[in-house]
């Protein structure tokens, strides 16, 4: 089963746009929501992140808007640069250390 | 610089061979995971580590197996390579302080 999902699978935005990138969970007991952005052939690398007890957390063009009624989290890129092209993956926590991973968006961010 | 060391960026392997994929970090992190990508399935966790000698099966095991003899190492086993492990294979370590540190990956094809 897919605990966290994730749309779209692929984006493609201008540069300058604003790029727009969702995730679903089911489980309440998730109490940190990660976003790891991967560039093609490395592995992915932290970006972002917030905890439930939060809306809303920025971290410069980056920002996590949270919804915890309706078990949504999304991230926003502002001003999507070419070097954003990527792929996407959010991510919750559950007990332990342990994530569970969205299925990924690539971004494409045109010139 | 904190680092997570996969040994072989690419593998090809012929079917029915026993396949090791070695992780090694260096931040002295507790908890270490084996994660699988695959297009449109984001990352899939095979076996976790929260210390020596321990392993969990994270959602797809079937097929794997792991040892942690020692705390910065994390090998995962694929005891019989079959074609449906074609992947490319992640490993990553955590502590609570500084969340999950990736590897850059191990790009393996079973032939």
């Known amino acids: 089963q897919q605990q966290v999902k994730q749309s779209p699978q692929s984006l493609i935005v201008q540069k300058g746009g604003i790029s727009i990138i969702n995730c679903a969970y089911e489980?309440?007991?998730?109490?940190?929501f990660p976003w790891y952005q991967q560039f093609p052939g490395k592995g992915p690398a932290l970006l972002i992140a917030?905890?439930?007890?939060?809306s809303e957390k920025k971290e410069g063009r980056f920002t996590i808007s949270f919804n915890k009624s309706a078990k949504q989290f999304s991230l926003h890129i502002m001003d999507s640069q070419p070097g954003d092209s990527a792929t996407y993956f959010c991510?919750?926590?559950?007990?332990?250390?342990?994530?569970?991973f969205g299925q990924g968006t690539r971004l494409t961010i045109n010139p | 610089d904190v680092k997570v060391t996969q040994s072989s960026r690419y593998l090809v392997k012929r079917t029915g061979e026993k396949v090791f994929l070695e992780c090694v970090q260096d931040m002295d992190h507790e908890n270490m995971f084996w994660y699988r990508q695959d297009p449109g399935l984001g990352l899939r966790l095979i076996y976790f580590s929260y210390d020596v000698k321990m392993k969990e099966k994270g959602d797809i095991p079937e097929g794997y197996s792991v040892s942690r003899e020692k705390k910065e190492r994390f090998s995962l086993i694929l005891e019989s390579a079959s074609t449906n492990q074609t992947s490319m294979y992640l490993c990553?370590?955590?502590?609570?302080?500084?969340?999950?540190?990736f590897g850059s990956g191990t790009r393996l094809t079973v032939v």
């Open positions: 489980n309440t007991a998730f109490d940190y």
């Open positions: 991510a919750a926590r559950e007990e332990g250390q342990k994530l569970v």
């Open positions: 917030i905890r439930p007890d939060v």
């Open positions: 990553a370590s955590s502590n609570l302080l500084y969340g999950y540190t």
